[in-house]
């Protein structure tokens, strides 16, 4: 679970979660909507830049 982080180490807390075998995250509302999180969750754009 995790709520407010930089949208970066949002992505690499997704990344690292997929390496170790979980299938999802619960990303809450704190500081900001959840939408925004999780889009950089899934973009591949955001470890690349």
């Known amino acids: ?25 619960v990303i809450t509302e704190a500081g900001r909507t959840p939408y925004l999180s999780c889009a950089a969750a899934v973009s591949p754009a955001i470890s690349s830049s």
Do not use: K
């Open 1 to 25: 679970m995790t709520a407010g982080l930089p949208l970066r180490a949002v992505q690499q807390l997704a990344r690292h979660a997929s390496e170790a075998g979980f299938a999802g995250l």
